[in-house]
């Protein structure tokens, strides 16, 4: 048992689950006055996630929606010094295959004035996020593992491991891939796997980024170099998992001169990398993304390859939509208004999830499966999207983010 005092009572919202999509959500609820709880014990390693490291090494792209909010909500401006502009994403064929695509760039400059987004740390985002946590009054931090739910009720409840007892209308589901919460909610999923895992680390390099990302389109999977400040650059590099263990576990000076060597040197010499982390690489899609009293946000929902850089995003745009559903404070407290509002949810969150998942995965798929009429397919967009200029800003518009359907606090004209 910890020292603290157990929490016995009951809230308008209990957020079960505090990686960055749960943290956001249980933020963003309080902002709109609702009595909130946050519940997990945060930036600790999930075992679950089926990650060999002891604190996060990844880092996140996040798109200009994402990096609005969380200057809405007071995160930016501590956590801007630790990122990087992306104002490039650079895509280059590096199969050997008949069929090959021509490498090409998207520069943000063509569509508007921002970057695209920014990259930016796990580490320092899940620290940020929680030092404003214990700044909002209406939110209290319960920092202990769900251990039972009970969501059958109108009024929901979840038990910790610490022998706290919340009680709420509503459950935010923000337990990652392997939720309670869902299971307890009876929500099925579908899910798959892919014959990969992700090495992620960071490393200094010789040669200037400037602001771009470089995706190298390799058999096994992308290869991503993302820009941080500085002459330095995170590493998302996709592989068979026997292989990405052992390139992980490899002497660093060794794993250096490879990663010059896969990069073509691009970057110049690579040196000061950080600990590496191996994440095994799989999809789910919950069948709903909510029921009468739980909503599901981030993992808990929906779950997809790095390649594309979507899935937090998306986990942020869940948190967004919800809060923005919910901001009208009575409707928790209406058993009819806030099934009519987790039913908008559901809605809302399958039009943005549904059709990313399919593209990344295809995307994905396109490189491992060896299938000629995929191979085809993606060298064929490609080809068209580097040579169409209209269709090319319409990709860059579209694919980053909705053009529609984003919540206020996401949007620049708002
Ligand atoms: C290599 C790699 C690179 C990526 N790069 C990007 C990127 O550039 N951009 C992007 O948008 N996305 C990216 N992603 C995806 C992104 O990392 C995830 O979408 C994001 O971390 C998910 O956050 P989450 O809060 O939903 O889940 P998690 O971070 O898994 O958080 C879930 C939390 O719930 C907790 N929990 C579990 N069970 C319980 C319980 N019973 N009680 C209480 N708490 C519980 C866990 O401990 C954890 O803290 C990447 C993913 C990988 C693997």
């Not at 609820?29 to 996060?56: E, F, H, M």
């Not at 109108?154 to 509503?170: F, I, M, S, W």
């Not at 390799?218 to 026997?242: A, F």
């Not at 390649?307 to 209406?334: H, T």
Request: some cysteine.
């Amino acid at each position: 048992m910890s020292g603290r005092k157990i929490i016995n009572g009951r809230f308008d919202a209990v957020v079960v689950g505090a990686g960055p999509a749960g943290v956001i959500a249980a933020i963003l609820l309080a902002r709109n006055g609702l009595k909130t709880a946050s519940v997990g014990v945060g930036s600790t390693v999930d075992k679950s996630n089926n990650a060999t490291r002891r604190s996060d090494p990844r880092t996140s792209a996040l798109m200009q929606g994402a990096i609005r909010l969380l200057d809405r909500i007071g995160a930016w401006e501590q956590l801007q010094p630790f990122c990087a502009p992306l104002q490039r994403l650079r895509l280059v064929d590096a199969t050997d295959w008949s069929v090959k695509a021509p490498t090409v760039e998207f520069d943000a400059a063509e569509i508007g004035s921002d970057p695209f987004g920014w990259n930016i740390p796990n580490a320092e985002l899940t620290r940020i996020l929680e030092t404003l946590v214990g700044s909002i009054k209406s939110l209290t931090r319960c920092s202990a593992n769900v251990s039972a739910a009970e969501l059958a009720e109108q009024e929901a409840h979840v038990e910790t491991t610490q022998g706290d007892r919340l009680y709420a209308p509503l459950i935010v589901a923000a337990d990652g891939r392997t939720s309670l919460c869902r299971d307890a909610a009876g929500i099925a999923t579908t899910t798959w796997s892919y014959p990969q895992s992700a090495i992620a680390c960071s490393f200094e390099h010789e040669k200037p980024h400037n602001d771009t990302s470089i995706e190298f389109h390799r058999p096994s999977g992308p290869l991503t170099l993302v820009p941080l400040p500085g002459n330095r650059s995170s590493l998302v590099w996709v592989e068979e998992p026997d292989v990405a263990r052992s390139h992980a576990e490899m002497e660093t000076r060794e794993f250096e001169a490879m990663l010059l060597d896969k990069t073509s040197g691009v970057l110049g010499s690579i040196s000061n990398t950080s600990a590496r982390g191996v994440f095994g690489l799989s999809g789910l899609t919950a069948k709903s993304f909510s029921n009468r009293n739980v909503a599901l946000v981030g993992e808990a929902a929906h779950v997809l390859p790095p390649i594309g850089a979507q899935g937090l995003n998306l986990g942020i745009r869940d948190a967004a939509v919800l809060a923005e559903l919910l901001s009208d404070n009575d409707i928790v407290n209406s058993p009819a208004a806030l099934e009519a509002a987790l039913a908008n949810y559901d809605r809302n969150r399958r039009r943005d999830v549904v059709p990313r998942t399919a593209l990344v995965d295809m995307l994905n798929r396109s490189l491992f499966s060896g299938a000629a009429s995929l191979q085809g397919l993606r060298g064929a967009g490609l080809h068209m999207l580097d040579k169409i200029g209209p269709l090319r800003r319409e990709f860059m518009r579209r694919g980053m983010e909705p053009a529609e359907d984003l919540p206020k606090i996401m949007r620049s004209d708002c």
